[in-house]
C-alpha cells in the first residue's frame, strides 16, 4: 500500500506541475463557461420573441394565451455536459497515456522497477493518483457550472439543483476515469507508444463520436429539420402508437446507441439534470429507479477498465523494448 | 523538382508501412461505405412510418422524403470527413514531421543540398497523394453502392456531384493535415504534437461553431450545417466573424449543397472560396517553416 500511495502522490505532483494538462482543463472550464453563456442568451432571444408575441397579440385585441418559456437553471448545462463527453474523454485519454509515457521517456520506469515493489504498485498508484486528479477536477468544473449558472444564467439554484449536480458529477468523475484507465492499459500494452494513444482515439471517435451519431441519424424524427412528427402534426400518443410497429428497426437504433458508454453517461446525466423532459423536475427516487441500470453499467464499464488497466500494466509489459 | 518527387514518394512509402495509418484508412472507408447502407435502412423505415401514418390518416401531408435526390444516401459521408476523415489527416500530417525528428534522419537529410521548402511540399504532396488515393477509393465505394440501392448507375451529373464532393473533402483533410505538420514541426513532445492539433479541431468543430448559432455540440455531429437562432440580431453578429473560421460547418454547408442536401440553400462558392484560402495560407505558413526548426530535437 506504502509504495502504491508513493506513486500516487507523485503522480498527483507531476500533474500539479504540468501545463498542457492546465491548460487541457482550462480549456474545458472555458467551453463549459461559453456553453452557458450561449445558452442564456438563447433563453433570453426566446423570451424576447415570446414578450414581443404576447405585445402583438394585445395589440390585435386577441384573448388568445401562449405558454411562456420556462427557465431550468440545470438545463443550461447541456452544452457543458456534451462538452464532458466529447473532449473530457478525450483529454483523459491523453492524461492515461501520458503517465506512462513520461516514466518510459524519462527513464523512472526501470528505477522504479528495480525496488521491490508489489506487483500492482505501479499500476494501482498510477490510477488512484488519476482518480484522484479527476475528483479534483470534476469538483472544480461543478463549481464552474454552478457559479457560470447563477452569474452568467442569472437562474436561481436551489438545494435539489446542487444534489442533481453532485450526482451528476460523480457519474462525470466515473466517465473520465474509465477513459483514463482505457488509455493507461493500452498504453502499457503497446511497444510504439504513440500507437497506445492512436488507438485509444480510435476508440474514442468509434464509441464517443460516430456511433452516438449513427443512433442519431436512424432516428425517424431527426430526418426532417424541426422533427418529423412535429411536421406532419402528430401527436405523441399517436407517434409512440405507430412507433411500436418499427420496434426491430427501434431496437437495432437503441442498441446501436447503447453500445456506447458515452450515451450512458449522457443518459444518466441528462436524467439527473432535467435536460431530458422526461426527468425534468421529477423527484430524485423516480429518476435513480429509471436510471439504475445504466447506472450500473457505467460503474462496471469503469471497474473493468481499471481492472484492464492493471493486469495490462505488468513489468513484461512495460519494460519491452520500443519497435 | 528531384527533392519534391524524393520526398512525396518517400512520404507516401512510409504512410502505407503505417499500420496505424492503415487502421485508420480502413476505419474511414468502412465508415463511408456504411454510410449509403444507413441512409438506404434510414429512408427506407421512415418511408414505411410515414405510409403508416397516411394509412391510419393522422396527415394528409405529403411525403417529405418522396423526391429526395440518389446522392440523399451519402450525406453521412459529411460528418465521417469531419470527423474521422480530419483526425485522420492530423495523424498522417504530425507522423509525417515528427518521423524525421524522432529518427534524427533530418539531420541526415538536411545536410545534403536540400531545400526545406522542396523537402516540404514533398511531403505535403505525398500525404496529398495517400489521401487523394483514399477519396477515391471512398468515392468509387459510393457510387457503387448507391448505384445498386437505386438499381440503375449514377448519371453524369450525380456522379460529377460526387466526385466535387471527394475534392472538397480534399480541402478540408489537407488543411488539418497541415496543421498536423505544423505541430509535428515545432512540438517539442510527441503528445504535445498530436494533441494541440486534436483541440484546435475540437475548438474549430464545436466551440466556434456553438459560439456563433446556439447549436449544441453534439448537434454539431450533424451532416448539414448549423444555422444561427433565427431572429437573433447578437447570434447574427457573432456567427458573422466566427463564421470565416468555422471550416468544418463552411466545408459542411459546401457539401450539402454539392450533395444536392434541400435543408441547405443558397451558393456555395463563398464556403468554397474560405476552404481553398484556408488551404493555402497553411501550406504557406507549413512550407516557409525555418531549417532550424525542421533539425530540432525532441524533449521526448
Known sequence: MN????????????????????????????????????????????????????????????????????????????GGIEYLEILGALFAIVLGYGT???????????????????????????????????????????????????????????????????????????????????????????????????????IWLAFVLIIPQIGDTMDPDNQVPGGLFATLQIQKADELAVLAQFSAFDGIRNGLEVSSVTKHFERLTFAFLGIKDQYNQQPLSLVWAAMLPYAITLTVATLAAVVFAALATTRRTLQRKQS | MN??????????????????????????????????????????????VYEKILADGLTTAPNPFAAVSALYYSRNSVIYVVLIGALMAIILGVQATLRDRQSGTSDLVLSRPVDTIHRLIGQFLGLGAVIAAVLAASTVISWASISIIMGAPLG?????????????????????????????????????????????????????????????????????????????????????????????????????????????????????????????????????????????????
Open chain 1, 100 to 202: 506512462i509515457a513520461k516514466e518510459k521517456h524519462r527513464g523512472t520506469l526501470h528505477l522504479f522497477l528495480s525496488r521491490p515493489v508489489g506487483r500492482f504498485a505501479f499500476a494501482g498508484g498510477k490510477m488512484l493518483g488519476l482518480s484522484i486528479v479527476w475528483l479534483g477536477v470534476v469538483a472544480a468544473l461543478t463549481a464552474v457550472s454552478l457559479i457560470a449558472v447563477v452569474t452568467i444564467g442569472h437562474a436561481p439554484i436551489q438545494g435539489i439543483d446542487v444534489a442533481r449536480l453532485l450526482i451528476a458529477g460523480g457519474f462525470a468523475w466515473l466517465y473520465l476515469v474509465f477513459w483514463t484507465a482505457l488509455a493507461v492499459g493500452l498504453t502499457a500494452l503497446s511497444t510504439r507508444l504513440s500507437t497506445g494513444l492512436i488507438v485509444a482515439l480510435v
Open chain 2, 156 to 300: 453524369f451529373d450525380t456522379s460529377v456531384r460526387l466526385i466535387a464532393f471527394a475534392t472538397l473533402s480534399w480541402s478540408l483533410m489537407m488543411i488539418f493535415a497541415l496543421l498536423g505538420m505544423l505541430t509535428g514541426l515545432y512540438s517539442r513532445k510527441e503528445t504535445t504534437a498530436l494533441l494541440v492539433p486534436f483541440v484546435i479541431w475540437s475548438a474549430i468543430a464545436f466551440v466556434l461553431p456553438q459560439i456563433g448559432t446556439a447549436a449544441r455540440p453534439v448537434a454539431l455531429l450533424n451532416p448539414v450545417p448549423a444555422l444561427v437562432a433565427p431572429g437573433s440580431a447578437s447570434f447574427d453578429l457573432i456567427g458573422a466573424v466566427t463564421g470565416p473560421f468555422t471550416i468544418t460547418e463552411q466545408f459542411k454547408r459546401a457539401a450539402s449543397i454539392v450533395l444536392r442536401d434541400d435543408s441547405v440553400t443558397g451558393s456555395p462558392w463563398l464556403s468554397i472560396l474560405l476552404l481553398v484560402a484556408v488551404l493555402i495560407a497553411m501550406t504557406w505558413i507549413v512550407v516557409v517553416t525555418p531549417r532550424h526548426t525542421l533539425r530540432s530535437g525532441l524533449n521526448e
Open chain 1, 3 to 78: 509504495s502504491t500511495w508513493i506513486v500516487a502522490e507523485k503522480e498527483l505532483l507531476d500533474l500539479r506541475r504540468d501545463r498542457l494538462f492546465a491548460i487541457l482543463i482550462g480549456f474545458l472550464a472555458v467551453a463549459t463557461l461559453i456553453s452557458v453563456a450561449v445558452a442564456s442568451a438563447d433563453f433570453r432571444n426566446q423570451l424576447d420573441a415570446y414578450n414581443l408575441y404576447v405585445a402583438n397579440l394585445a395589440n390585435s385585441g386577441s384573448t388568445v394565451t401562449a405558454a411562456a418559456p420556462q427557465l431550468f437553471p440545470l438545463k443550461l448545462l447541456r
Open chain 2, 3 to 48: 527533392t519534391i518527387l524524393t520526398s512525396a514518394r518517400h512520404e507516401v512509402l512510409c504512410t502505407l508501412r503505417a499500420r496505424v495509418a492503415m487502421l485508420l484508412l480502413v476505419l474511414f472507408l468502412g465508415m463511408v461505405s456504411l454510410s449509403s447502407l444507413i441512409g438506404w435502412l434510414t429512408n427506407t423505415t421512415v418511408t414505411r
